[in-house]
């Protein structure tokens, strides 16, 4: 098919990153160490143009690129917006904690930038071989920068963990991609579709090419019982790149996620939602019930993640247009939370001390009140406290299950809720009413604390105000 040029108006956002990934890569090179500052400035300025971006390209009318291997549309919108947006955050949590440990260096941009860009690819992406190679390149960069610190034996031990399952997980999901191939005989979602709506589970090639692709999307989400790499690498990782992998590769995930269920396999929902209804009890069971042992906040955190992702199956396992919005409103959701509770942790980190354990947030409320108070907003919005967005898109996913008939289920969500509950409301006891053990000042940016503002205030505010955002959610659905 012809190149046309009206393709890279399509992709004009995903080409402000790429251009921005190579500016910094290139300029880092001629950089003095007191000069590294401009790699941020660059980085930041670039991403706000890919930000603007989006806007721009953005209309409810979809168009296609590359022979329909690309295609931007309102869901591919909502979710760029909001995975630029936490990279923002990412980045401007995170300059102090990367000075201090002389962790400033080009690279950590160029990955970054890298990872975004392969996630906003799987979020466009109108085909397998698309999807798979958004998805590579965000598992490379991930790879890179979970070993990021040279020094970290924890460091080098969690990314070889996620290196060597990430790889059988992506293994497991070429795998059904190919098995799809040999039933459909093609690739893109559209051509899928056609197939299983015509054939359904008469083909058996069709349903063991569905069991490995839910397999693959479920490492990639961090699902029980495809759950074993997520609290190693956790607490492995330097605190600012788990800060970005628990928030920006969760809404890939869902992208990946709604493509190839919504848009490729929906003839075949019955048999992938009993899969996700198993997953996604276990995922708030064992995430909600291990989080409350662990003294590690990253790891606690960790398994908080598990059980989330729990909560975004029950709203895709729901198979309606109210369940899928519901869905995708919980993930960008909990993006925001996961970046505005890690951002809080980098924070408090300072040169020769790492905040990583529970005990580290003890009387946060006398050494920092501003920050404590936005560490508890954002753990307030995941324990689904009202008036928080958080417990705005738990109530979504709810009435979506009841509205199917599956009202068991909606309690045992519930019920694990209020058992999550404890281990949330554990860190604000620890911040305003326990003695603290660490006494030194929180040395935070202006920049960074601008930022915790916006990302704790926005918790509160989206939370009494959902509509816009709730709206922007079900406009793909429609």
């Avoid at 990367?98 to 906003?120: P, Q, S, T």
Wanted: aromatic share 12%.
């Amino acid at each position: 098919m012809p190149f046309e040029a009206a393709y890279l108006y399509t992709i004009l956002p995903e080409l402000v990153v790429l251009i921005t990934a190579c500016t910094v890569l290139i300029t880092d090179l001629f950089l003095r160490e007191d000069q590294k500052g401009l790699n941020h400035a660059l980085t930041v300025v670039g991403l706000l143009v890919a930000l603007g971006a989006v806007g721009l390209v953005g209309g409810d009318q979809a168009t296609n690129a590359f022979g329909g291997a690309f295609i931007r549309d309102a869901m591919s919108d909502l979710l760029k917006g909001a995975v630029i947006v936490v990279t923002l955050l990412a980045f401007v949590y995170s300059t102090a904690y990367l000075r201090n440990r002389n962790l400033w260096v080009g690279e950590y941009y160029v990955l970054m930038l890298f990872a975004l860009l392969g996630i906003m690819i799987m979020i466009s992406s109108n085909g397998f071989l698309t999807m798979y190679l958004g998805l590579e390149l965000l598992a490379l960069c991930l790879y890179a920068l979970v070993a990021f610190d040279r020094d970290s034996k924890m460091g080098a031990e969690a990314a070889m963990k996620y290196f060597v399952l990430g790889a059988l997980g992506s293994g497991m999901l070429l795998y059904g991609i190919s098995m799809l191939y040999g039933a459909t005989g093609g690739l893109s979602f559209s051509a899928v579709s056609e197939v299983v709506s015509a054939e359904g589970v008469e083909n058996k090639i069709l349903v063991f090419g569905l069991v490995f692709v839910i397999i693959g999307i479920a490492f990639k989400f961090g699902a029980v019982p495809f759950h074993m790499w997520l609290p190693d690498v956790y607490q492995g990782a330097p605190t600012p790149v788990v800060l970005f992998l628990s928030s920006a590769p969760k809404i890939a995930a869902f992208a990946m996620a709604a493509r190839i269920l919504i848009d490729a396999l929906a003839g075949l929902q019955r048999d992938w939602s009993e899969i996700l209804i198993i997953m996604s009890v276990l995922s708030m069971g064992i995430g909600n019930l291990v989080a409350i042992a662990q003294s590690n906040i990253k790891r606690m955190l960790a398994y908080s993640t598990i059980s989330h992702v729990g909560f975004i199956f029950l709203g895709l396992l729901a198979g309606t247009p109210a369940g899928y919005s519901a869905a995708m409103f919980y993930a960008v959701v909990y993006a925001l939370m996961a970046a505005g509770a890690f951002g809080v942790l980098v924070m408090i980190s300072h040169k020769g001390f790492e905040a990583e354990n529970l005990d580290d947030l003890k009387g946060l409320g006398d050494r920092d009140p501003w920050l404590a108070a936005m560490m508890t907003l954002v753990m307030f919005s995941m324990a689904g406290v009202p008036p928080m967005v958080g417990f705005m898109a738990k109530l979504l996913v709810l009435e979506a299950v009841i509205d199917i008939g599956l009202v068991w289920l909606a309690l045992v969500a519930v019920a694990f809720s209020i058992i999550g509950a404890f281990y949330y409301l554990r860190v604000v006891k620890m911040i305003y009413f326990d003695k603290a053990q660490v006494m030194a000042p929180v040395d935070a940016s202006s920049g960074a604390r601008l930022a915790v503002t916006i990302n704790g205030l926005t918790m509160l505010g989206l939370g009494m105000f959902p509509a816009l955002l709730l709206s922007l959610c079900q406009a793909p659905f429609l």
